[in-house]
């Protein structure tokens, strides 16, 4: 293009006097985000070098790589994370660069980049940055087709990861309030043992961790949350008995499990040759080690290590926290592929009849 253009119609404009059929589409993708996102959404590119920029310098050092004739506009988006508490659920701004090498869209990708420091009150890190970097260039991601533009695809995307992240961040931040609520919490009488500390909560980890057994993966699932408290459930696949204390211990070594009121309410099965091994541990909450021993028998689920951690924010569920319980290792259970029905073989996973009721 002759001269630089101020505005995006100007850049329009520009695009549309040119016989490029590619510079055409280009014009016409151009159009389209504006009535879609706002006209004052879509802006062209300014250096990120004038006072006040909002890009952090690892943006600037990829942006200053692109080759002469590339098109940069930056586009702004809301996105929404909902919160448990509907008060707090509101819209954040985020600020995506858009780069088209001169070959887009014939025969190269666009580049997209976050330009936001932060999402709400947290700041983006290098994960998140990397994934919109990525995003038409990672499997799973946004799948380019040479000759066909894809911006909105990819912001659109862009939106769905960045709400995703905000999302797992307030609810990172909720169980850290939960856990120092925990903290302070005071039993006020007993209600079936409820509030009732575990001998273990509270003990300090060792200096030298507790090592893992080897080829142990944890599945964890998303807390659930009740009136201040929290219910985390994990699960693993075992293959000895022996590696149930190793495994409970390695997760006692993390000060965030070690402070719950509950840290390690647990039940296994585990079958080596012809003989079915079990047990189970409430960890200071009556009954509820054995209530997770009767779901993995009704899951016929074998091989298997299921772990609950409570966290108890001083208000008394009574008989709905068994539900959590079981609710929460069932989860686990399900995140880690525990539930399905293997092809062949006993590989930990349940073995014959269809899926429980959820």
């Known amino acids: 293009m002759a001269t630089t253009p101020e505005t995006v119609e100007d850049l329009i ?68 994370a909902p919160s448990s508490d509907t008060a707090e659920e509101s819209s954040h701004q985020i600020i995506v660069l858009v780069s088209l090498p001169p070959t887009y869209p014939a025969s190269s990708p666009p580049q997209l980049q976050l330009l936001s420091r932060y999402i709400g009150p947290y700041g983006v890190d290098a994960t998140l940055f990397g994934m919109v970097l990525r995003t038409f260039i990672s499997r799973g991601a946004v799948e380019w087709t040479p000759d066909s533009v894809c911006v909105f695809d990819g912001l659109e995307w862009v939106k769905e990861r960045c709400a995703e992240w905000l999302g797992e961040r307030m609810s990172e931040n909720k169980m850290g309030e939960l856990m120092r609520e925990d903290e302070k919490a005071r039993p006020s009488g007993a209600n079936e043992g409820e509030g009732k500390r575990s001998a273990r909560s509270g003990q300090e980890p060792p200096d030298i961790p507790a090592t893992m057994p080897p080829g142990i993966t944890i599945t964890e699932a998303e807390p659930i949350l009740d009136r201040k408290s929290a219910f985390v459930g994990r699960a693993c696949r075992i293959t000895d008995p022996s590696q149930v204390p190793l495994i409970l211990a390695h997760l006692m070594s993390d000060r965030r499990i070690a402070r719950a009121a509950h840290p390690i309410i647990n039940a296994w099965r585990c079958r080596v040759g012809n003989v079915l091994h079990q047990d189970n541990d409430d960890d200071g909450e009556t009954a509820a080690g054995g209530r997770l021993a009767h779901l993995l028998q009704i899951l016929e689920v074998e091989n298997v290590l299921v772990v609950v951690t409570r966290y108890f924010g001083g208000i008394h569920l009574g008989p709905d926290r068994f539900k959590h319980i079981n609710q929460a290792a069932r989860n686990a259970l399900e995140l880690g592929g525990f539930l399905d029905v293997p092809d062949e073989g006993n590989t930990g996973r349940r073995k014959g009849k269809g899926h429980g009721k959820r």
């Open 13 to 80: 404009a520009q695009l549309s006097l040119d016989s490029d059929p590619a510079h055409e589409a280009i014009a016409a993708e151009l159009g389209v985000l504006q009535s879609i996102y706002g006209e004052d959404a879509v802006k062209i590119w300014r250096s990120p070098s004038r006072p006040g920029s909002q890009s952090p310098d690892r943006e600037v050092q990829s942006v200053n790589g692109t080759e002469p004739g590339t098109i940069r506009y930056e586009v702004t988006l809301s996105i929404e």
